[in-house]
């Protein structure tokens, strides 16, 4: 299609009122003239017929021309260009595009928008600061851009929502110096310091505390913690005050805290805050994990198709194997440079360590300052300033650490990218990416897929380090084999070809080869062998004509499956000469365990060193299963990889072959409880997946401790009498049970189904004894105003008692917690329905507290049985309250809450401390009531940074009409300091009652009263 130019277009557009208009004036001249010359009224009616119809066609082909003209340059040009340029602005997509294809100048325009919306695709616009004046911020020194405290609170929401940054800081410099307040020229000093120190901060703003002794600090778009970090602790030493005080001047130094959004969302900022002050450090970063942010956030603008588009980028990383490390490395240069392209960077490198030299080294490297080289300083400078991500980004020169600015002038770099490659503690590499003509901004997003990209080339190199680990420890072994009468080969059992051969086993089948079928390689038979151990799992015996230096001799060999302890398809046989048919007693190779002679002689050197423990037998009940369906060798297999397991989490090598059926564990030093606890961890391991089959593969087990000496005076006695016991005892098999001979004790080895028999027992036939009261007192008068029900579940085998929050979670996950919710509520009922009149009423006892946990809250009828407890016992207003720790209230809690809601029991956040909800947060949930754990009261009497940290918690929450409790109150000090604070405070302690009895909660509470 041809196009037109602007120009050739317009003249065109007015060519056609322009012939009009021609054609009148030539009509009117010829007619005017034949008119002035004949006098005929015919020429006079023509002339004014053509003047008028051609007038009319010149109106009507003006009016299309006008609209013509406003639809292409109005509509077309500006309104379009508007458009379009107010969503750059927004940073949104869907461009318009112009309308008319037809002229040459749109079509141009189209193609550029084209372009723009490829691009705008795949990136984000970035802006640090926000338009002040269209949210209404009013400067109190627009100089340094200060602003008043109330002010900046107010509009911390719009300032986040305005601008687009990541990170945004909220810091405060603060004094603790009690009633005191800073001088205007201690504040002026301050604010200067600050304002300088941040200046590299577009959108920074700073208001002082209505305490007078604090700065607020609004930092948006903070590249890294890193250099905040450093900001302020180049400062805080020149930032000292003096104060007069009754024993002589003090200095102060200025202590820092600061919390950042996303991590704490936006309404938990100022909480967040005051916790991070609370914790009285020079320099405190609260940065709780809070990214999954409430819908009542606002969040960053989110371009999905960048993710997309990085994750194109880095799919090639996928397929890196870590072992062809030659191939690798173009695909790893390839992803690299094209990070680079997409973030803009012109300057690329990556190092890694040499483990002979310790130095690092240039993997590649590319760009214009390519050619200067890595020093090993740099790399260790850029390691010192990772923040916890392992990475460190400056999107400005002046974002830069101190650290390392003078590499990074070296290399002529604005901007950049830091990440470090580590293996555990030990740093492999490092790479970084910069720019050197100017600032390198990227998005939230981006951000985190160059962390992807960093853990995966860590995966890549740590991989490809230990294939090559692997391929030297291989080489050491072949050479160990060499010297002995063992070979090896690998088999893939679904091929049956050989994957490796040791190099000493040609001696005994010259023939063998990588990649041929193991049964023609080794026998020359064209099946597989007809006792093969992988197909049987049994030992092949058999003759073989091995070459023995310069003849050949005939050697009896065994071919087992002993090495074989992975779940693999790669099968590792070994192949053992053997002499004259003998084997050493003191080692069982098939199981990898010591003999019982070996046991022998390992208990009687504990017999001469005096040692008391136990001898450990462990019954496998159903061993003949896994030989019948794995045959011996992966009979063997299983208990061989059990034992190896066994090993490693007991941390022992005495682990011994006490007959073909049983193994023994020798246990020097231990007692009775420690005994239980081994073999509940042995259990658990006996129950994880040792064959690879769908088959019966969980061990059944029978345990067997024998305590020693006790009056044994040797081992060979000891051991007489183990050996009757074993034959002889009177014990069940096949059950998991353990058998303690001595105690006439049996339980289960499973601590869980030990745990649910407690539960079923204790809250089925005796529940009201697992229960005790800990009296709660109202601070101004030391009286009894309530008690928290507590349970006291006894482990009756190990003298303790079991975790509360564990028995719950038990029974939650085996349909018991009904069990222990309605031992619990209907204890409440019985002790309201005895004394609720005669005692509670009276004495104005108003308060029975439940302490819940997670499992507590599964209870779904949870809500029903408190209600129907209220109306029944006709218990008054908040008489019951469920205390919920401040752990478990996430961002989901208003769903489980539910089981609370309309029941008329209050609601008590336990054990807060601000780390991980804000008061604000509680309130909203419908908790009217905090309790401080033990923590923040221990050390108040004598330590004021302690009390002021809760004196602080008791005013924010009394600010938000909230009731505070405490436990923990240990002395009489401690109890006064809480009283002048608030005298309409809860405390539970020792000060006042240790946990008692129903009956004893009863007579103290009449008795003092």
């Not at 927004?90 to 325009?109: C, H, K, T, V």
């Not at 600015?405 to 590499?429: E, M, P, T």
């Not at 809500?863 to 720790?885: M, N, R």
Request: hydrophobic share 40%; charged share 25%.
């Amino acid at each position: 299609m041809r196009k037109r130019t602007i120009k050739s277009s317009f003249a065109l557009s007015l060519s056609i009122p322009a012939f009009v208009l021609a054609l009148m004036l030539l009509f009117t001249v010829l007619f005017g003239l034949l008119y002035a010359s004949s006098a005929e009224q015919g020429f006079l009616i023509a002339l004014i017929t053509l003047d008028v119809s051609l007038g009319l066609v010149f109106v009507g082909s003006l009016f299309y021309v006008t609209r013509y003209v406003h639809k292409v340059y109005y509509d077309g040009f500006y309104r379009v260009s508007k458009a379009n340029m107010a969503r750059l602005e927004r940073g949104e997509e869907g461009f318009e595009y112009y309308p008319s294809e037809r002229i040459a100048e749109m079509a141009d325009l189209n193609d550029l928008v084209r372009r723009i919306s490829e691009k705008w695709a795949v990136s984000v616009l970035y802006t640090k600061e926000a338009d002040l004046d269209a949210i209404g911020i009013h400067f109190l020194d627009e100089g340094t851009r200060l602003l008043g405290e109330k002010e900046l609170r107010e509009h911390i929401p719009n300032l986040i929502q305005a601008s687009q940054a990541f990170t945004v800081g909220l810091l405060d410099l603060h004094y603790e110096i009690g009633q005191e307040k800073l001088t205007i020229e201690e504040k002026k000093r301050l604010l200067a310091t600050a304002n300088e120190a941040f200046a590299f901060i577009p959108g920074r703003l700073f208001a002082f505390g209505e305490d007078e002794k604090s700065l607020l600090c609004y930092l948006p778009g903070i590249d890294s913690m890193r250099i905040i970090y450093e900001k302020v602790q180049g400062f805080t030493s020149d930032l000292s005050v003096s104060k007069r005080m009754a024993d002589g001047m003090v200095f102060y130094p200025i202590k820092a805290a600061m919390v950042c959004y996303p991590h704490s969302s936006i309404g938990d900022m100022e909480d967040d805050l005051a916790y991070a002050k609370r914790q009285s450090a020079p320099i405190t970063f609260f940065l709780p994990d809070r990214k999954k942010k409430s819908s009542s956030d606002l969040t960053i603008v989110d371009h999905q198709s960048s993710v997309a588009f990085f994750n194109k980028i880095l799919l090639p990383l996928r397929h890196l194997s870590g072992v062809h490390r030659d191939e690798d490395k173009k695909t790893l240069q390839t992803v690299f440079d094209a990070v680079a392209s997409f973030i803009g960077a012109d300057f690329k490198f990556m190092a890694l360590l040499d483990d002979t030299s310790g130095r690092f080294y240039p993997y590649f490297e590319t760009g214009k300052k390519s050619q200067k080289p890595v020093s090993n300083e740099l790399i260790e400078s850029l390691i010192g300033i990772l923040d916890e991500d392992d990475s460190f980004y400056f999107s400005t020169r002046e974002s830069c650490s101190s650290a390392i600015a003078r590499y990074v002038d070296g290399f002529g770099l604005r901007s950049g990218f830091i990440y470090a490659l580590y293996d555990g503690n030990k740093c492999i590499g490092a790479f970084v990416y910069g720019r050197s003509d100017g600032d390198m901004v990227f998005d939230s997003y981006t951000k985190e897929a160059l962390i992807r990209m960093g853990e995966a080339f860590t995966d890549y190199f740590f991989l490809a380090d230990k294939e090559e680990r692997a391929r030297t420890f291989q080489r050491q072994s072949e050479h160990i084999l060499g010297l002995s009468q063992y070979s090896v080969y690998k088999v893939d059992d679904s091929s049956m070809k050989l994957t490796y051969v040791s190099p000493n086993l040609r001696a005994l089948f010259p023939n063998a080869e990588v990649g041929q079928p193991c049964h023609k390689a080794l026998y020359g038979l064209e099946r597989m062998c007809p006792h093969c151990p992988i197909k049987e799992y049994s030992k092949m015996n058999g003759d073989v004509q091995a070459k023995m230096g310069s003849r050949a001799r005939n050697v009896e060999i065994e071919t087992s499956l002993t090495l074989n302890d992975a779940k693999t398809h790669e099968r590792a046989l070994l192949v053992e000469r053997i002499h004259n048919g003998e084997r050493s007693d003191a080692y069982d190779r098939n199981w990898l365990s010591y003999s019982f002679a070996t046991l022998v002689g390992q208990l009687e050197n504990a017999y001469l060193i005096h040692s008391r423990g136990y001898l450990l037998l462990i019954c496998l009940d159903n061993l003949e299963n896994f030989i019948t369906l794995q045959g011996s060798e992966g009979a063997c297999f299983g208990v061989r990889c059990f034992i190896q397991e066994i090993k490693k989490a007991l941390d022992t090598h005495d682990v011994y072959a006490y007959n073909p059926a049983c193994i023994a564990i020798l246990l020097p030093r231990i007692g009775h409880v420690e005994m239980i606890d081994i073999c509940e961890k042995i259990y658990d391991l006996s129950k994880k997946k040792f064959f690879d089959t769908d088959k019966e593969d969980s061990f059944r087990l029978t345990y067997l401790p024998l305590g020693y000496p006790r009056g044994y005076t040797s081992a060979g006695d000891f051991l007489a009498h183990v050996e009757e016991f074993y034959r002889n005892g009177d014990f069940k098999r096949g059950e998991d049970f353990i058998f303690f001979h001595d105690h006439s004790i049996s339980r289960s080895a499973s601590k869980r189904a030990h745990m649910l028999a407690v539960i079923d027992e204790v809250f089925g036939t005796r529940a009201a004894s697992c229960v005790y009261l800990q009296p709660i007192v109202l601070a101004s008068d030391k009286k009894i105003f309530g008690a928290e029900v507590l349970l006291r579940v006894e482990d009756t085998q190990r003298h303790n008692f079991f975790r509360a929050d564990e028995i719950s979670r038990i029974a939650e996950e085996n349909d018991r917690i009904s069990l222990i919710t309605e031992s619990r509520l209907n204890f409440v009922g019985e002790l309201y329905k005895e004394h609720g009149t005669s005692v509670f009423a009276i004495n104005n006892f108003r308060r029975i507290s439940i302490n819940v946990d997670a499992a507590f809250l599964k209870d779904t009828e949870l809500s029903k049985k408190v209600s129907a407890l209220y109306t029944e016992q006709h218990l008054g207003k908040d008489f019951l309250s469920f205390e919920v720790p401040e752990d478990l209230i996430g961002e989901d809690f208003e769903a489980e809450g539910n089981a609370f809601a309309g029941s008329g029991a209050l609601l008590v956040c336990d054990r807060y401390t601000g780390r991980y909800v804000s008061l604000a947060k509680l309130k909203r949930y419908g908790f009217r009531e905090v309790k401080l754990p033990r923590e923040l009261v221990n050390g108040i009497d004598v330590d004021a940074k302690k009390l002021a940290e809760l004196t602080d918690i008791v005013n924010t929450a009394k600010s938000l009409e909230m009731k505070v409790s405490v436990v923990g109150v240990e002395n009489e000090a401690q109890y006064l300091a809480l009283k002048n604070l608030d005298e309409t405070m809860l405390m539970q302690g020792y000060y006042f009652y240790k946990p008692v009895s129903r009956a004893d909660l009863i007579t103290a509470v009449v008795s003092h009263h």
